[in-house]
């Protein structure tokens, strides 16, 4: 059963996703900022992270940042899930590392279908 750490400060979000995806039969891991993103990341080892751009302690880009310069950590696909939506901020995100970028408000089942194809 794959684990899936999922990152966002709005804790709707948070319910809607998990809820999703542990009907779907994944395990899932929540926090609330980037600092805990990146301890459970650390003491979780997930197969996927999904992950807010804009979030309190440390925002998504710099956790995407430190955890793609890190041997252990970068292996692991990031999916950013945020509202900020330029092309600057897409482009980015993707030159730092993250393996897809997805724009809030989302569709549910195309968030699923996303996280299904980077876990294969």
Known sequence: MPLVLVADDEPLVLQVI?????????????????????NA?????PDLIILDAMMPGQDGFAVLKELKSNAITARIP???????????????????????????????????????????
């Not at 980015?92 to 569709?107: I, Q, S, T």
């Open 18 to 38: 998990s809820h999703r995806l542990e009907g779907r039969g994944f395990k899932v891991v929540a926090v609330t900022d980037g600092l805990q993103a990146i």
């Open 78 to 120: 990031v999916l950013m899930l945020t509202a900020r939506r330029t092309e600057k901020d897409i482009v980015a995100a993707l030159n730092a590392g993250a393996a897809d970028y997805l724009v809030k408000p989302f569709n549910v089942e195309e968030l699923f279908t996303r996280v299904k194809r980077l876990l294969k």
């Open 41 to 45: 990341t650390h003491n979780f080892n």
